[in-house]
């Protein structure tokens, strides 16, 4: 599975959006990209994957570019529930395949 | 409905003792996985199971760590021996076995082990 680089920390003011980067210069063809993210003390939580067109949910978008090298999550009006850290794993797809994690992204919302 | 749930929430146990984690996944789900987290750290693979088999057991870091889910469902983590260096968060996670590109796992809350 390809590796992913991410920004260590970012800090986003609340009610605004939060554009998270994540660089997989390494993607090859059949790989998706995922997105989790942690809450303190708490489990990971899913929140959006793609292939290569834009992804939207009730959680964020997912923005990839046409390249597939990188893309960006989105979270549209980020709340101070918001603050947690953020993954970005890209791996082929089909079912079950075990997880590979980063550091990820520590995303804080300030009041 | 019922998420994935872990217990005990929090183990502290003394060098050379030996622990079991057990694991409940979301009713229906077939696969299982088990990871560990080390503060300030990403999650780490250990094992995966679909069904009652292991699938995937690469991520097991040495044979003082075993687990297994006999029916299917509960899962068991158990580690002889335990060493400091086996302090971190055990987390489970589950997910639908089924033809879809992707089945997202559920994570559990995870069990804190501390080895003293």
């Known amino acids: 599975d390809a590796k992913t680089t991410q920004p260590p920390s970012m800090d986003c003011a609340e009610g605004r959006a939060a554009n998270l980067p994540c660089n997989h210069s390494t993607i090859s063809g059949n790989e998706y990209v995922y997105w989790y993210r942690q809450i303190h003390s708490q489990g990971p939580q899913y929140i959006i994957h793609?292939?290569?067109?834009?992804e939207t949910n009730e959680m964020a978008s997912l923005i990839i570019t046409e390249d597939r090298k990188s893309s960006t999550l989105i979270l549209p009006h980020a709340t101070l529930r918001d603050t947690a850290v953020y993954y970005c794993?890209?791996?082929?797809?089909?079912?079950?395949?075990?997880?590979?994690w980063g550091l990820g992204t520590s995303l804080a919302v300030n009041p | 409905g019922a998420g994935v749930s872990q217990t005990p929430s929090n183990k502290v146990t003394e060098k050379g003792k030996y622990v079991e984690l057990r694991c409940d996944p979301i009713?229906?789900?077939?696969?299982l996985y088990w990871y560990r987290q080390s503060l300030g750290q990403g999650p780490e693979f250990l094992i995966y199971f679909q069904g009652t088999g292991a699938a995937d057991d690469s991520g097991l870091p040495n044979d003082r760590f075993f687990a297994v889910r006999p029916e299917g469902s509960v899962s068991t983590l158990k580690i002889q021996r335990t060493e400091r260096g086996d302090s971190a968060v055990y987390l489970c996670?589950?997910?639908?076995?089924?033809?879809?590109?992707?089945?997202?796992?559920?994570f559990g809350p995870g069990t804190r082990l501390t080895v003293l």
């Open positions: 009713s229906g789900h077939t696969a």
């Open positions: 794993i890209v791996r082929v797809a089909g079912n079950n395949r075990k997880l590979i």
């Open positions: 996670a589950s997910s639908l076995s089924g033809l879809s590109s992707y089945n997202e796992q559920f």
């Open positions: 793609g292939l290569k067109n834009n």
